[in-house]
């Protein structure tokens, strides 16, 4: 098979005991001798068929450990989808499953697409004719579901950053091939300085686009949840009972200042850096606090606003404020002491304020707390990391953050080319790559773009 | 009349660009070929600018001269003036330019047409294409004879029910004064899906009435290398082309009279190409320029007519006069023809294959301007594919498809018939995916062995050929294994051609990548082997780029192995499960031919690609 290598997670993200990523083709082994320590020395790529090692997965950069692992490798044509494939059992965390995915894309592997090893194994024999319209099924579902998610994602913050990446670089495209195109109409050529300043710049958005989009590194550090609420709803029970029943208490983190408690845990795969706000003086009047700069600071960086309420005792402007304030955030409504006759209802609560929030009815002195948790990792995900569910907003990500560092490595190439002093026409093809790349994200055909934009933005043509 | 006279193997309808090259390519592989034109006068005729070439389109005459058709070789022996555009925007779009003796250019193919064996010129208006069983079979001309033949091939260019406007004033007609095809076009729009484009030209003036000191002089590049392999170098004495702008007053007069434009006014409802703009559409659209270029041509050496390229327009005639007298050096020009627009029927190309055959007639091929393109390059090109296919299918053997990653004509035919066309589709280097490999200076190692192997490259040609080829990968080979520099006297001739010393010994190959050191100057330190001059330009490029060179290399083998998985003709997309109705539609309409066709097609998503690849799994299985 002359086709890339592929890999992905195989496993389905969350708690579950294993993750595995596997790779499949050509290359696999290759990859796994530079990605995969094992405790002799072995290279991967001079094992037999069906061998089991274990080892450490390492980011081939730094060479830092990511996770120990167990190592399994399969020859072709004996393996489910008859290539050379591969397997890491990692610690199943979503972190560590991501950067061991990471290092295989960054040594050369394509990430699959949905349904893709699937689709391999039936090309190359290892499925039964018969079952061909069922592997149909399965290829068209699964693209299809992550489509979805990429639309949604794209509806998020991803897309309008890439967007103004993207202007620019058409700018510049658009520029570069009207120039060429049109050679003797008099279009003014783009000096060789701003040129390099714009490739310059978009590498640069680029970093810090890849830097966000760096999943691995949003969930080492884990997603800042702040707990809110006026005094004596059950901001410290709630941040207990969270603590209680995770496992994972990690560390506490040093160097933070008295007045906030803050905790690491790990809900369902995801860290969560827990900081509850009890610890601001609550003997100053709520409204006064909300002036303090470190309350709202707080609430301002905050990736997830935990909001408690009591709904044992009347609402008070307090509770309406803090909803007034924290309404442009991701939000979780906790309306605690669900044991106690309740004195207010949902639609008491201004509806304007309440939009995107998720609402949780809880009792913290004896009630489960699975809505709960359930409710913070639905939103933090999106509902798009389901238990049971393919990670598809994961894989999704690794293709985003996957197409992001493939338009740097274009544009890179185009700066070096332009700082040799080579012409326009090889410079153009680091510049066109690194938009075609975007336009993976954005499911957009470029070369068609910049012909459009030539023509709006060009008065040419005799 | 006997049947010597009335039975072909193929019929070519219109002796424009297209359809020169099509009975070229038909008569030259040994076939009957009748061609007919309205007007002996009118052979291989440039309505528009007496010019050829200027980016993308070079290389596509590059490519017809590469595969052995006549385009690039008339150019050379008729042309005035031309100049390589882009010398220093890189090797991929270096492209030549050529100004042409628009008389000269004609009788010359005229007389090549004439004195090919098999191949009969004649003039008569066809009013019918006669198609028997879904095949085609001759073509009825208006003067009441019946032409037979198994294969038909259209070039009609802009002449279908063709209707010219100036300004207000709207008649049917064609370029140069003659007359529109409406039987015939009337007869296709019952057989094939059309549409309705429309172009224009701008006003011809007499040269002797310009006031040529107000104007910027434009010289040609001598001497200069032609279009053909075959030219080598040309040196004549040319005649320069002039600049002058276009300004404030002159867009006043435009914005005054907007309400008499065709194009403004509604009287013209067909599509024009936004490349080629008329003065009304560039004052329109861009408000903010305060200035227009015009380029004044010359169309001849015998003639003192001047073409004003630029001044496009469909503003009635008194208007152009006005317009003509707000521009420097035009204050006083004579106008001998109007300009005019043409609104013209033309082929939706959805309807074509990739072999250029109609998809519903067996037999019938459509080349050039019919198809929906622009420009006389690309209608050569589909003319000279369409002439091959034909002669293959009257021979039994599989279409030619050249490849995107091949030659612009490939892009050309692929956008063509995957994407359609809403404008006069005319070729940019932008829209070529791997631009760096489809050089003017390569198209020979790109197609002619394709023309060889088809039969239109004669043995002596392709003996040269592959001598040329054979000299540059030697010449390569030794840039890359002879050694250069370390001593003090290197070091002197570097700084003497401005690149910095050597301080350990390199082969000439590193040295030559270094961009400011040229081949030529290879020579100061050391003897050249005797190559001729398209030898050593050829390994300069492929030594220099060498890096990006093997690079889109790759990229092609990737993209061809998509292009290599063929669809089968027959595959019922409607039923096929899993594809999105959508795609199922669009696939059923283009029925692509290969994965990588399928997939460029709007509408098909990767998902449908992936339902395509099971189903091609499927089928090899099921037939072992």
């Known amino acids: 098979m002359t086709d890339q290598t592929i890999a992905a997670i195989a496993t389905a993200l969350g708690e579950a005991g294993i993750g595995i990523v596997r790779l499949s083709g050509s290359t696999a082994l290759d990859i796994a001798d530079r990605i995969f320590v094992t405790r002799h020395g072995i290279r991967p790529s001079t094992l037999p068929g069906y061998s089991v090692r274990y080892g450490r997965v390492v980011d081939p950069v730094t060479n830092r450990t990511i996770d120990e692992a167990i190592l399994l490798v399969m020859r072709a044509p004996r393996s489910y989808t008859g290539e050379d494939v591969v397997e890491f059992q990692c610690h199943g965390g979503v972190v560590v499953v991501q950067r061991v995915l990471e290092a295989a894309l960054r040594e050369g592997a394509r990430l699959a697409e949905p349904g893709e090893f699937t689709k391999r194994a039936f090309l190359n024999g290892r499925i039964d004719l018969s079952q061909a319209e069922a592997v149909m099924d399965v290829v068209r579902s699964r693209t299809e579901a992550s489509l979805a998610v990429a639309v949604d994602q794209l509806e998020g913050s991803l897309s309008r950053r890439i967007g103004a990446i993207r202007e620019h670089l058409y700018d510049l495209?658009?520029?570069?091939?009207?120039?060429?195109?049109?050679?003797?109409?008099?279009?003014?050529?783009?000096?060789?300085?701003?040129?390099?300043?714009?490739?310059?710049?978009?590498?640069?958005?680029?970093?810090?686009?890849?830097?966000?989009?760096?999943?691995?590194?949003?969930?080492?550090?884990?997603?800042?949840?702040?707990?809110?609420?006026?005094?004596?709803?059950?901001?410290?029970?709630?941040?207990?009972?969270?603590?209680?029943?995770?496992?994972?208490?990690?560390?506490?983190?040093?160097?933070?200042?008295?007045?906030?408690?803050?905790?690491?845990?790990?809900?369902?795969?995801?860290?969560?850096?827990?900081?509850?706000?009890?610890?601001?003086?609550?003997?100053?009047?709520?409204?006064?606090?909300?002036?303090?700069?470190?309350?709202?600071?707080?609430?301002?960086?905050?990736?997830?606003i935990i909001h408690v309420l009591d709904g044992s005792v009347p609402l008070t402007s307090e509770d309406f404020q803090i909803l007034a304030r924290t309404k442009d955030k991701q939000r979780v409504i906790v309306i605690n002491k669900s044991d106690l006759p309740r004195v207010w209802n949902l639609s008491d609560l201004p509806g304007d304020d309440l939009q995107g929030a998720k609402v949780v009815e809880i009792s913290l002195l004896e009630g489960e707390l699975d809505p709960l948790v359930d409710g913070i990792v639905e939103l933090v995900t999106h509902g798009m990391i389901r238990e049971g569910t393919s990670s598809h907003a994961i894989v999704t990500r690794a293709r985003h953050k996957a197409a992001l560092e493939h338009a740097k490595a274009d544009l890179e190439q185009a700066l070096a080319t332009l700082e040799q002093g080579l012409p326009l026409d090889l410079i153009s093809v680091g510049l066109q790559g690194a938009l075609e790349h975007l336009g993976e994200i954005t499911g957009e055909t470029v070369r068609e773009n910049v012909i459009e934009r030539i023509f709006a933005q060009f008065c040419i043509g005799k | 009349m006997s049947h010597k006279h009335t039975r072909y193997d193929v019929i070519v309808v219109g002796a424009g660009h297209a359809g020169c090259e099509a009975a070229l390519a038909c008569a030259r592989l040994g076939k009957q070929t009748a061609l007919l034109t309205f007007s002996l006068e009118n052979v291989a005729l440039m309505p528009c600018n007496p010019s050829i070439g200027g980016s993308g389109k070079a290389a596509l005459v590059r490519e017809i001269d590469a595969l052995g058709g006549e385009m690039g070789k008339n150019c050379d022996a008729t042309l005035m003036q031309g100049r390589m555009l882009n010398t220093r925007k890189g090797p991929a779009v270096q492209s030549l330019r050529v100004q042409l003796d628009r008389k000269f250019y004609q009788r010359r193919m005229k007389y090549v047409l004439e004195t090919t064996p098999n191949l009969f010129l004649k003039e008569g208006l066809v009013t019918r294409l006669l198609v028997e069983n879904s095949r085609a079979a001759g073509v009825r001309l208006r003067d009441g004879t019946t032409l037979y033949a198994p294969v038909v091939i259209l070039a009609t260019g802009t002449y279908l029910d063709s209707e010219i406007h100036i300004g207000d004033v709207r008649y049917p007609g064609a370029p140069q004064g003659q007359h529109p095809a409406v039987e015939l076009a009337r007869n296709l729009r019952e057989l094939l899906p059309v549409v309705r484009f429309k172009t224009g030209t701008p006003p011809r003036i007499n040269l002797r009435s310009l006031d040529y000191s107000k104007m910027m002089k434009l010289e040609g590049d001598n001497p200069l290398e032609g279009f053909s392999f075959e030219t080598g170098s040309i040196e004549i004495e040319q005649v320069p082309c002039w600049v002058t702008y276009t300004n404030e007053a002159t867009h006043a007069v435009v914005q005054a009279n907007l309400h008499r434009a065709a194009l403004y006014s509604g009287a013209i409802t067909g599509t024009g190409p936004r490349y080629c703009p008329s003065i009304e559409s560039k004052v329109v659209q861009f408000p903010e320029r305060t200035g227009h270029q015009v380029f004044v041509e010359p169309e001849g050496w015998q003639t003192n007519e001047g073409y004003l390229s630029g001044l496009s327009t469909s503003l009635p005639a008194e208007v152009q006069i006005e317009l003509l007298q707000t521009i420097p050096g035009l204050e006083n020009a004579e106008i001998m023809r109007w300009a005019y627009a043409i609104e013209y029927d033309c082929l939706d190309p959805f309807c074509l294959e990739s072999s250029l055959m109609t998809k519903e007639i067996a037999g019938l091929f459509c080349a050039g301007q019919i198809n929906g393109t622009s420009g006389y390059e690309e209608a050569a090109a589909q003319g000279i594919v369409a002439g091959i296919n034909a002669v293959r299918f009257l021979n039994g053997q599989e279409p030619i498809t050249i490849s995107r990653s091949q030659a612009y004509i490939g892009v050309l035919i692929d956008d063509l018939v995957t994407k359609g066309t809403t404008e006069p589709y005319r070729m940019m280097t932008s829209r070529a995916e791997h631009r760096l490999y489809l050089r003017m200076d390569n198209a020979d190692a790109r197609l002619t062995p394709l023309g060889y192997e088809v039969g239109l490259i004669s043995e002596e040609r392709y003996a040269a050929f592959t001598a040329k080829q054979e000299m540059i990968k030697r010449e390569v080979e030794r840039l890359k294994t002879a050694p250069v520099g370390g001593d003090p006297a290197t070091n002197a001739l570097l700084r003497e051609i401005g690149t910095p010393e050597l301080r350990h010994g390199v082969t000439l190959a590193e040295l030559l990548r270094r961009p400011e050191v040229s081949y030529e100057q290879l020579g100061m330190l050391g003897e050249l082997p005797d190559l001729p001059q398209t030898v050593r330009r050829a390994v300069e490029v492929l030594v220099k780029y060498e890096g990006y060179l093997r690079k889109q290399q790759a990229a092609i083998e990737r993209f061809e192995r998509m292009e290599e998985r063929l669809l089968p003709k027959d595959i019922d997309y409607i039923k096929l499960r899993g594809l999105s109705r959508e795609a199922a539609e669009k696939l059923a309409r283009i029925r692509p031919r290969s994965l990588g066709q399928a997939a460029r097609i709007s509408g098909v998503s990767p998902a449908d690609v992936n339902v395509l690849m099971i189903y091609l799994e499927t089928q090899k299985r099921s037939e072992k």
Do not use: C, F
């Open chain 1, 173 to 304: 495209v658009v520029r570069v091939e009207a120039v060429i195109d049109y050679p003797e109409d008099d279009i003014p050529e783009m000096e060789m300085d701003e040129m390099a300043d714009v490739i310059r710049e978009g590498i640069a958005e680029l970093d810090r686009l890849i830097a966000t989009a760096d999943q691995g590194k949003v969930l080492r550090e884990g997603l800042k949840a702040v707990i809110t609420g006026k005094p004596n709803v059950g901001k410290s029970s709630l941040l207990n009972r969270l603590l209680d029943e995770q496992r994972a208490l990690v560390t506490d983190i040093p160097g933070t200042t008295r007045d906030t408690i803050e905790e690491v845990l790990n809900l369902k795969g995801i860290p969560l850096r827990l900081i509850d706000t009890a610890g601001i003086r609550e003997s100053v009047d709520l409204v006064e606090r909300l002036g303090v700069e470190r309350a709202v600071q707080l609430l301002k960086e905050a990736d997830l």
